[in-house]
């Protein structure tokens, strides 16, 4: 049996290689854009979307292989906190939805069957609702709220959670909800925009459905003269490129063309995309 003092070095060593694996992973591009190939009236299977190499499935109605539960680990959030939270979760299941945890996983081998891992930098929320993500497929909290009922708060988070942990279909399934949510309610939800763009890369999907839905509205006017101290340089100058790309009609239409739904937005392997089985909004 291991030592307190080996013991203690051996965490040391965990926490030092998932700090550096997470570092690392916030500083790669995780995706290019797939720009040129878009259209408006291309079907499911060869419509445009990001894309990346990833082993993590990136269809969010995948099911799980019988062969994931088996080692259960715990994560706990809020250690040092009065009330931390503790989750239990197969560490083949985080390894099938995330590249991050796969290739984490050499950290949890060594230990026996549970053992702890401290993420003090997320949210317990959002990891709860990418738990439930992980076993059922739906985007559902703990309350009961699921989909577009969750709130765009949420939604960006759950977005920006699944890119530090290289979660593709995680991303896909809350892109499909944040696109869906917006068009139903009729709402772009600028104030969410500095949220965003503080925390993902030039070049990001979720960056370009909120610049593309202000660029085809014709209220772009009125964002961009209302609450001045949102319009960083940054926003500014991606929000400006999108619009002198377009023609007055696409201005007008107040709208994002029928080719932005689907997998547009998506972050696939090449050649990859959802299928026609998943609920992606108005390209079904
Ligand atoms: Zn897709």
Redesign the pocket.
Known sequence: MASDTSRRRSWRHKLSFLLRLNKEHRQRPAYESNEKLATTAESISNSP?YTTKTIAT???STKLPAECRKEIISMVFGQHTSTPQEFHIHKDVLCFWSDYYRTAAGAFTSEPSSITSSLPNESAYIFGVFEIFCYTNELTDKHGISRINLGFDTLCALWIFGSRYSAPALQ?AVM?NILVKSDTENVIPCRMLNYVYENTMRGSPLRAFFVDRMAFSNGVKEYVLNNEERWTKEILRDLLVTVSGLGKEEKDRNDLPRGRY??YY?I?NEGE??GSA?P?GKAT
């Open positions: 979307c990136s269809i969010p896909n499909t689907g997998c998506h696939h995309r959802c998943a992606i």
